[in-house]
């Protein structure tokens, strides 16, 4: 049966288990369009509104099913619009192929119409793997390799066609010199270390007395292998904010997120221990593990490259996680339970308490925290939470209690703003019969958050469980830079940036026949979250929050004291800030409206 080489295209990626493309159309990519519509029966496409967020649903969908993700846009600028959400994928380490189109060849140098040097362009975000086809016996292997290297090495690839070269007859190369002749399938990298490196590994943490565990994204898989670790060393464990649900929330001595928006348990626990172990984790921000020097190491990382990254390990293992931890396990000694994990759990228990009295604390008129922690009780079983950059990531990473067999994810290395509607459409499409969950600000839903509601209007009917909620803080302000410019720079908010303008987001939910929920009563926050879960469609729940609510970090430094004292003279709200400032630092002190 003779095909073109769109007709191919797309047939391959079917050979390859692709279920799903997220794109746009375009001319650039015509013949692909076209081949698509044939070859619907085995390939569900999904159009969007903006090729970036094509491209955060292909990371999305990499990031919740563990498959390569697949999106593809028109030449110039569509192509452009790819890379923010490419960018989100390499820098989180899963697995996304682009296909992009390109003029005709023979215009290709002639400063033609959208004609962009796409080779440059993706080199960075692409760098493991980018070209351009020529022939049409380039197709196969350049399909296979695009494939094949984003899987293996979990990272970006693209492929670019030009639309002429798209309608072209389809034929497999000869065999012939100079051509090359590829299959289908992979297998992935090396998975099990070495017995004696597992030996050093085990000899390290057998000698520790205050061992702490750091687990990432690369976890994910291992939370049965994870938990036997920790039992055995009497551990605790803190979670980056990619790895939040390698382990449920209630495990007394899982100490939460790391970092900025992390936990004082995790902070104190990191002071304190004598030895570290990293599992699956690329966490950035040095400040907060160990000193060097002060604790013995381990890590386990399926990319060597990662490996002593932000803390100089003793021992260095380049395996996937839940093998390694299998292997590891039984050399490991049976601690018995002693004073360093009965403080970890003291320290955790305490901690829930301080971030319910904080959630409980009054605002004007609704305390964001409190928002997650009406819902945090509330979650279906098996949910699926996105979340967006910004102040909302805070309250999801503190105030969400996560439970087994949930997932979440966000933009972690990029920390795009705009991440969580595309990453709750991508997470629906792939699980229709989960509920969804996003969390976004309106600096985020105002950027494209607006844009995927109409996705999501257009989709939604095909999903076996309607349930799709996307949370709105509406505090028309772009929160989490205004308390960085207070804190980081010690200057007061600057209005002319950070303030942005109010918006009716549960009455743009009505008007694109969906469900609409407007909150602005802190006593009305657990109904409303029923409601929304109790919904037949997707719904907008929109919050009326404070934006003068502090997302203290766990642990404020004599320079952060001094920046907020510095930020009173040119400080706006200042009254507002001090008020809610005061109330989060006394919240284990002072008394809740509701106590």
């Known amino acids: 049966m003779t095909m073109n080489v769109s007709e191919f295209v797309w047939r391959r990626v079917v050979e390859w288990g692709i279920k799903r493309v997220y794109g746009y159309p375009g001319d650039g990519v015509g013949g692909l369009d076209v081949a698509l519509e044939r070859a619907k029966d085995q390939l569900q496409y999904i159009q969007v509104r903006h090729e970036e967020m094509a491209a955060f649903m292909a990371s999305a969908h990499a990031k919740f099913t563990g498959e390569v993700g697949l999106c593809y846009a028109t030449s110039g600028p569509g192509a452009i619009h790819l890379l923010n959400g490419l960018y989100d994928a390499k820098m989180d380490h899963v697995p996304v192929v682009a296909l992009v189109g390109q003029q005709a060849r023979s215009a290709i140098g002639s ?3 959208q004609e962009v040097d796409l080779q440059s362009l993706f080199k960075d975000v ?6 351009t086809a020529i022939v049409p016996a380039q197709i196969r292997h350049l399909i296979d390799r695009a494939i094949r290297i984003a899987g293996t090495r979990r990272t970006v690839t693209c492929v670019v066609i030009p639309n002429d070269l798209q309608e072209l007859d389809y034929s497999d190369p000869p065999m012939a010199h100079g051509y090359t002749h590829t299959g289908v399938g992979f297998a992935g990298p090396a998975l099990m270390p070495s ?10 943490l057998n000698d520790g007395k205050k061992v702490a565990i750091l687990v990432g994204a690369g976890a994910l898989g291992a939370t049965d ?5 920790a039992q055995k060393l009497q551990a605790g464990v803190a979670k980056a904010l990619l790895g939040k649900a390698v382990l449920p ?3 007394p001595w899982v100490t939460g997120s790391i970092g900025l928006l992390g936990t004082k348990p995790s902070w104190d626990m990191m002071r304190s221990c004598d030895t570290f172990f990293m599992i699956g984790s690329a966490f950035p921000y040095s400040e907060f593990l160990p000193k060097p020097g002060s604790a013995r190491g381990v890590q386990i990382d399926i990319d060597g490259s990662r490996l002593s990254l932000r803390y100089p390990m003793e021992v260095n293992i380049v395996g996937d996680s839940a093998t390694a931890l299998r292997a590891l396990v039984p050399l490991l000694d049976e601690k018995p339970a002693d004073p360093w994990r009965k403080t970890i759990e003291a320290n955790v228990a305490q901690w829930w308490k301080t971030l319910e009295e904080r959630a409980m604390q009054s605002a004007n008129p ?6 997650f922690w009406e819902l945090s009780k509330r979650l279906p079983e098996n949910c699926i939470m996105t979340g967006d950059s910004g102040s909302v990531a805070n309250w999801y990473a503190r105030d969400i209690r ?6 979440g994810s966000l933009s972690g290395g990029l920390a795009s703003l705009g991440a969580a509607t595309p990453y709750a459409m991508a997470a629906k499409m792939a699980y229709p019969d989960r509920v969804v969950i996003a969390f976004i600000g309106d600096g985020a839903m105002q950027m494209n958050g607006l844009n995927v509601m109409i996705t999501i209007s257009k989709y939604w009917r095909q999903w076996s469980n309607p349930r799709l909620i996307v949370l709105v803080l509406n505090n028309r302000d772009l929160n989490q830079v205004t308390w960085e410019e207070r804190i980081m720079l010690g200057e007061g908010k600057t209005e002319s940036t950070q303030s942005i303008p109010d918006f009716p987001y549960h009455q743009y939910a009505e008007l694109l026949g969906l469900k609409g929920i407007f909150v ?13 879960l109790a919904a037949d469609r997707p719904v907008i729940l929109e919050c009326y929050t404070d934006p003068n609510v502090p997302p203290l970090p766990p642990h404020i430094t004599l320079k952060d004291a001094r920046n907020f004292m510095a930020m009173m003279s040119s400080e706006p709200e200042l009254s507002d800030v001090l008020k809610g400032s005061v109330k989060q630092v006394l919240a284990h002190l002072l008394p809740s409206d509701d106590h």
């Open 111 to 113: 400063h033609y119409q």
């Open 126 to 131: 692409a760098s493991e793997f980018v070209a």
């Open 195 to 204: 017995d004696s490196l597992l030996r050093q590994a085990a000899k390290v």
């Open 225 to 229: 292998e994870v938990i036997a670790v």
């Open 249 to 251: 929330d209630d495990l």
């Open 366 to 371: 609704i305390n964001p925290q409190r928002v």
């Open 402 to 407: 996560m439970r087994r067999g949930m997932m």
């Open 520 to 532: 602005n009563d802190p006593a009305r926050l657990g109904p409303a979250w029923e409601e929304a």
